[in-house]
């Protein structure tokens, strides 16, 4: 059974910066790909980022390039740093792993992005 454990989660103040991991209990190698998708409060949940098993990136279009994605594949580990935080960025983060036919879901990690 795959498991995804997101953490580095918190209350943030505006302007600031904040970097979610997420563990795999199987290699990066093993999916897809990985990556990140968010679920603010009475919407749906959003995409965000992703890293292939190429080791390419895609970020949501929406976004404003505040936004990492990256890989440590000796830890089976993805990261999401943020930075310049916004209120609008407070939601659950999730981590999502892809394999043909079939998604994996974290528990999602909760940012809080206010003074």
């Known amino acids: 059974q795959v498991q995804l454990v997101e953490s580095g989660g918190g209350l943030v103040q505006p302007g600031g910066s904040l970097k979610l991991s997420c563990a795999a209990s199987e290699s990066v190698f093993d999916f897809n790909s990985m990556g990140w998708y968010r679920q603010a409060p009475g919407k749906g949940r959003d995409f965000v980022a992703d890293?292939?098993?190429?080791?390419?990136?895609r970020y949501s279009d929406s976004l404003e390039g505040r936004f990492i994605i990256s890989r440590d594949a000796a830890r089976n580990t993805i990261y999401l740093q943020i930075d310049s935080l916004k209120p609008d960025d407070s939601a659950v983060y999730y981590c999502n792993a892809k394999i043909p036919y079939k998604d994996y879901w974290g528990q999602g990690t909760q940012l809080t992005v206010s003074s």
């Open positions: 890293v292939n098993r190429a080791g390419l990136a």
